[in-house]
């Protein structure tokens, strides 16, 4: 007699990986990055969704990860924006 069964294989769902972002370029200029060049999911594609920010330029993020970063005309200094990632089960900010 033969019956098929669903057996647990154990595997789950592994945790994505993130590694921090940080970005330096010369002001008045437009930057293009990935912010998830460094991160990855071992068993699905992840993707980025901007949560807030920046406040001093203005940002384009695509859920791929790769955005475009404008700062205001002439400002100088740090700026942040915030994002989370998702592989479709877990996710991050």
């Given at each position: 007699?033969?019956?098929?069964?669903?057996?647990?294989?154990?595997?789950?769902?592994?945790?994505?990986?993130?590694?921090?972002?940080?970005?330096?370029?010369?002001?008045?200029?437009?930057?293009?990055?990935?912010?998830?060049?460094?991160?990855?999911?071992?068993?699905?594609?992840?993707?980025?969704?901007?949560?807030?920010?920046?406040?001093?330029?203005?940002?384009?993020?695509k859920a791929?990860?790769?955005?475009?970063?404008?700062?205001?005309?002439?400002?100088?200094?740090?700026?942040?924006?915030?994002?989370?990632?998702?592989?479709?089960?877990?996710?991050?900010?």
């Amino acid at each position: 007699m033969l019956e098929d069964r669903n057996a647990p294989n154990g595997l789950g769902n592994s945790s994505p990986f993130a590694a921090d972002d940080w970005f330096e370029f010369l002001h008045d200029t437009t930057l293009f990055a990935n912010l998830l060049s460094n991160d990855y999911g071992p068993d699905d594609a992840i993707t980025a969704q901007r949560v807030s920010g920046p406040t001093n330029g203005a940002l384009t993020l695509k859920a791929d990860g790769s955005f475009t970063y404008t700062s205001n005309t002439h400002y100088v200094g740090p700026d942040s924006f915030t994002y989370t990632w998702s592989d479709g089960i877990a996710s991050t900010a």
